[in-house]
């Protein structure tokens, strides 16, 4: 999955890609085949190159014997819609906890110098974080106020020491913002035709939004000219609440309004009434300045204006 295009590090480099056939793993492989890498897609699905389980050590060491590859990007998650309660995330949990560990072993076997880690901006931690912007200088793994949110942080954390410090592989993270765009909004909308998705009043909380291919661009910046040992925080430039990301969608798409609802009345949804209730803020400064990465969607709306208008006939 090759082509003739030039990028910005010289040379064409061999990557494999771990989650090549979640949302964003498709949004990656198209940018890295158009940027001019050579992209090979490992996972459980049968439309994968490299078919293996990233929890199964030996499988996963066995499925890459013999072959070579210059990068490695995990993207991989278990998450197939969005997740509701805390339970919904201990898979992808284990994915970044121990499939990370398994997915190095994999990069160091093939040879690979570069290792790319999709991290998110709830590293920082769950919770209000008021009106300070936040860098990526700032703690990332706090210890969770739960044990829940622990487990949640905790494999965030994990897969980041995991990612720099193994010695003869240059780690990377990207701590994306909440995904939107082709591919990941779509499951919003049937709900939002059957009034299904209630959402609650923001009441001035916010979060990091970031397209889909805007995030699949930033990987590409970081596997070309990314620094090795830094982390980079990836979300566009106009923070939004949940409930208002929610009914954005809807007015785009010419769909009834959401029922607003108070939050109180998520908490049987326990990981959803977790993000709900955060406000964080973060700055991109540093991606902007060191990967050469500017959003091409700069607000929700642009990004979902985008979406609308390709599916149109």
């Known amino acids: 999955m090759t082509t003739n295009q030039s990028n910005d590090s010289g040379h064409s480099r061999s990557i494999l890609l771990a989650g090549a056939g979640g949302v964003l793993g498709r949004h990656i492989t198209r940018a890295l ?45 278990a998450l197939r819609k969005p997740p509701m309660r805390h339970r919904d995330m201990h898979a992808t949990n284990a994915l970044r906890i121990d499939g990370t560990a398994h997915l190095i072993e994999a990069a160091q076997a093939t040879g690979a ?8 901006v709830f590293g920082y931690g769950y919770g209000d974080h008021g009106d300070r912007v936040i860098v990526e200088d700032d703690p990332f793994g706090p210890r969770g106020r739960s044990p829940e949110l622990e487990r ?17 592989l240059d780690g990377i993270a990207l701590r994306f913002g909440l ?23 923001d009441h001035g909380r916010v979060l990091p939004w970031i397209e889909l291919t805007d995030a699949a661009r930033a990987v590409v910046a970081a596997v070309e000219r990314g620094r ?3 982390a980079y925080n990836i979300a566009d430039r106009t923070p939004m609440g949940f409930g208002t990301h929610v009914r954005c969608v809807a007015e785009e798409f010419g769909l009834p309004k959401p029922l607003t609802v108070p939050l109180w009345l998520m ?12 406000t ?34």
């Open 113 to 120: 110098r570069r290792f790319v880690a999709e991290s998110m």
């Open 228 to 230: 090795p040992g830094e």
């Open 33 to 77: 085949t158009e940027a001019g890498h050579k992209v090979t897609g490992l996972g459980r699905g049968g439309r994968n190159d490299i078919r293996a389980d990233l929890t199964n050590r030996d499988a996963l060491l066995h499925a890459v014997d013999g072959h070579h590859f210059d990068t490695v990007i995990h993207a991989a998650t």
């Open 152 to 168: 949640h942080i905790a494999a965030m954390r994990i897969k980041e020491q995991l990612a720099f410090g193994t010695t003869g």
């Open 179 to 201: 995904f939107y765009g082709p591919g990941g909004t779509d499951a919003l909308l049937p709900m939002l035709r059957k009034r299904q998705l209630p959402v609650p009043a």
């Open 280 to 313: 964080l803020r973060v700055s991109t400064a540093k991606a902007e300045r060191e990967l050469g990465w500017t959003p091409a969607h700069p607000a929700t709306r642009d990004g979902l204006a985008a979406m609308r208008a390709a599916a149109l006939p």
């Open 267 to 278: 908490r049987p949804m326990s990981y959803a009434h977790t993000v709900m209730s955060t």
